[in-house]
């Protein structure tokens, strides 16, 4: 079965600096990989996903990740934070029944300080 | 369109009680799923649908929880009878079997006492 490490907690970067958020996936094949976003008291709204090929995929908000499988990780990327990518973050992998069961990770808060 | 649409959005029941929550999913939408959100388990898959039929509860946790969706545009979920550790935040999320991205509603938040 699969499963998703997000190994951070909490995290926090200044407005205007750049962020990587850590996802580590255990599957023994190619995974699905997803990271999704939760604005407080909003459900979660899809960032970027991975099925195959390019491994480096742009998603909104100016959002990125990169499959790496040597690393089993799906990183997720930002160039320059905003206040408002304040949020938890989710990564998540389907694995046998590709993306019917999502196995989320533990998510990551984001804080923007100014 | 009004997107995933839950309700209500906060519950508050005493220890117990029945409580049933409400989704209407996506227009067109022929996939459901109910997850539940909590701070020690994190987002947990509990049942989810194909044209109104479970294909997969093994993420209920135990028998007082059930699930039903009469039509397509339709779906609760119960907890009979209620207990504290229900406590979680309760999404629907539905999806087109064309589509890979799930869509999901705000969430309701069940509180047990």
């Known amino acids: 079965a699969q499963s998703v490490t997000q190994p951070d907690i909490h995290i926090t970067v200044s407005e205007g600096a750049s962020l990587e958020l850590r996802c580590n996936y255990s599957y023994g094949a190619t995974p699905y990989l997803f990271w999704y976003v939760q604005s407080p008291g909003q459900g979660l709204q899809l960032l970027l996903k991975?099925?195959?090929?390019?491994?480096l995929v742009q998603g909104i908000k100016g959002f990125e990740a990169e499959f790496k499988r040597s690393q089993s990780s799906f990183n997720l990327r930002k160039p320059s934070v905003h206040w408002s990518d304040a949020a938890e973050y989710f990564c998540a992998v389907g694995g046998d029944t590709g993306f019917q069961k999502l196995v989320f990770g533990t998510g990551t808060r984001l804080l923007v300080s100014p | 369109d009004a997107g995933v649409i839950q309700s209500p959005r906060h519950e508050v029941t005493e220890m117990g009680q029945e409580v049933t929550l409400r989704c209407k999913p996506i227009?067109?939408?022929?996939?459901l799923f109910w997850y539940r959100q909590t701070m020690m388990r994190g987002l947990e898959l509990l049942i989810y649908?194909?044209?109104?039929?479970?294909?997969?509860d093994s993420g209920m946790p135990e028998d007082r929880f059930s699930a039903k969706m009469p039509n397509a545009s339709f779906s609760t979920l119960k907890i009979q009878p209620s207990e504290p550790r229900d406590s979680a935040v309760y999404f629907c999320a539905s999806r087109n079997s064309q589509a890979t991205e799930a869509f999901f509603g705000q969430g309701t938040r069940l509180t047990v006492v």
């Open positions: 227009s067109g939408h022929d996939y």
């Open positions: 649908f194909n044209n109104n039929v479970p294909i997969d």
């Open positions: 991975y099925f195959s090929g390019d491994t």
